[in-house]
């Protein structure tokens, strides 16, 4: 119910030609230029996985699962193993109860339009929610969302909950990010406001809920709804010990950037100004950041280089392939430990 946890290392060695264009064209708004510079280089054969894991990201960034999941499988062909998400996903399924794993009579996956026609999906939460007293949900290979979608599977998750069932979600990064276009669309429709908080609840990420429920007071004209955690049955911790290069953060030396950050005066910047100078660690996830333009890649670099001057200890932690080749581009592994998805 966190973001995927993904193994992450100190990035080192050098951009290819392919992905520095890349990169800068998707900092510039340029995604088609972008995906042309990765599939030209990928077509020609002169690329190494980084570049792999770049047009992977932009797919799925693009809500392209079908071309994402043909990508995979040339990775595959060419390198001889599955992608690094993809065997990390293998590894967490491989922890879990067998009726919770794809396939098993405790998940549901979602997949395509979240739209009135999920409602037989919707039926098979409930039916797996009687038996079962924790329900996976998959909602990784959503593709588009409406507002009749995003009030039947809000409303299957509430019964859930009130019924006392624990939820495991997986894939609400792409979802969320749906919901956000929608949104952006349609400001005024209640229900994808109110699963977009719902799924910042059951994630227990309370800062990014009070920031999304600020904004839908401000469209819906109503009082911020106000964060109540979640009491619910969750999985026994499984599997063997996990191994990680670096240590867990806590939340109160974390900042998570999330979403678009086009302007160097974006109120996100602002806010991680400050944070770094009142912290000696200063851990910045990156993993929910979808574009960073130039100007706003500056101002977080110099942010990033005050905050090493004075003596704080900076991460950057998992952008996406392409945000982290801009932030190599311009240095920040100079002043910062930049955590990148190991190739």
Known sequence: MTADKLEVIELQGSLSAAMRQAALRYADGDQDGARLALDTALDADITDRRDWLALMDLELLQGRRASHDALVQRYVGRF?????????RAARASTQPSELRPGGAGCILLGGALDARVMPAMASIRAAAATHVVVHVDVSRVEEVDNVGCRLLGSALVDLIEAGNGIVLSGTEQLERLLRFLLRAQPEQRSPWDLLLLLLRLAGDQA????????????????????????MPRLEAGGAPERRAQPRYVLRDRLDLRGTIERADDVRLSELATFAA??????????RLERLSLPAADELARIVAA??????????????????????????GEHAILLLERP
């Open 307 to 332: 905050a090493a001057a004075a003596g704080r200890t900076v991460r950057l932690i998992r952008p996406n392939q392409l945000v982290g080749a801009v932030l190599e581009i311009l240095g920040l």
């Open 278 to 287: 009142d912290n000696e660690y200063v851990n910045i996830q990156l993993a």
């Open 80 to 88: 001889g193993e599955p992608p690094p998400a993809e065997r990390a």
């Open 208 to 231: 990014a809920f009070d920031h999304e429920a600020a904004a839908c007071a401000l469209a819906l004209g109503t009082t911020a709804p106000q964060w109540e955690p979640l009491l």
